[in-house]
């Protein structure tokens, strides 16, 4: 039977502001796409969601992003290459720190957000990226969109790429991710986005917003954090999957 990574994007509450339940969703992932500051998460917010991570040997990725707390990292930046390389290096390194101290470390990099969707296309920012996690640890596996310019200029500076899928996103017909200015670009119903998991995982099908059927053969699969009902749609994923004998396990 197949087997499928469930990645979350956790970390992301800031001071006095709780942002999703990281504890509840950190039982039920895989991976754990922790922020690095930038586009959320201040320290103590990180060090324990590592440590709570590292306590549930969940696996915890840097997910790195434009320097944004006020738009949560959701607008593009034209940041120039060797200064987001550096922004890079420097996410990594600090999460990588504080996952050390709580007996783990850094295992993947996955972009957020804005500079996730950028450099589906964005071939400059998209090396500079790479060039981050080249210098930082080429043995670092990343995730991003399949048929992104991300990972095919990942794969060709010797990166492992991991194709990632989003079960509570709607995609395009073109297997881009709809907008979020656009209504109906995230999903809320739990049985439907547990539903587009297991076919993800059975057949590596995904059906777009006008009913084009979309071929993606993931090795993960994110849940937002986020995302109202999160916890919800996690559990309903993990249900579903076990009844059909699909294992979740890590993708490292």
């Not at 017909?173 to 809320?188: I, M, N, Q």
């Not at 994110?222 to 076990?242: F, K, W, Y």
């Amino acid at each position: 039977m197949p087997a499928i990574d469930l990645n979350s994007d956790l970390g992301e509450s800031f001071g006095a502001w709780t942002l999703g339940d990281d504890l509840a969703m950190l039982k039920l992932v895989t991976s754990a796409n922790v922020a690095c500051g930038f586009h959320a998460g201040d320290p103590t917010t990180l060090l324990s969601t590592c440590r709570s991570a590292a306590d549930l040997t969940v696996r915890i990725g840097a997910q790195v992003g434009y320097r944004d707390l006020a738009g949560f990292g959701r607008r593009f930046i034209d940041v120039a290459p060797r200064d987001l390389t550096a922004d890079v290096v420097y996410q990594i390194g600090a999460l990588d720190g504080l996952a050390q101290v709580c007996g783990s470390a850094v295992a993947y990099v996955k972009p957020h957000g804005a500079l996730y969707n950028a450099i589906v296309h964005h071939r400059e920012q998209a090396r500079a990226v790479v060039a981050a996690i080249r210098a930082y640890d080429d043995t670092l596996p990343v995730l991003g969109l399949p048929g992104s310019v991300f990972l095919e200029e990942a794969e060709t500076a010797g990166l492992r790429t991991v194709a990632e899928a989003f079960a509570d996103r709607a995609y395009t017909p073109e297997g881009t991710l709809v907008p979020r200015t656009t209504a109906g670009s995230v999903l809320h119903d739990p049985a439907v986005v547990a539903e587009r998991v297991r076919r993800l995982a059975l057949d590596s099908t995904l059906e777009a917003v006008d009913g084009t059927l979309l071929a993606i053969a993931p090795e993960s699969v994110c849940v937002h954090g986020d995302t109202p009902a999160a916890v919800e749609m996690a559990a309903s994923i993990r249900q579903l999957l076990d009844a059909e004998g699909i294992t979740v396990e890590p993708f490292v």
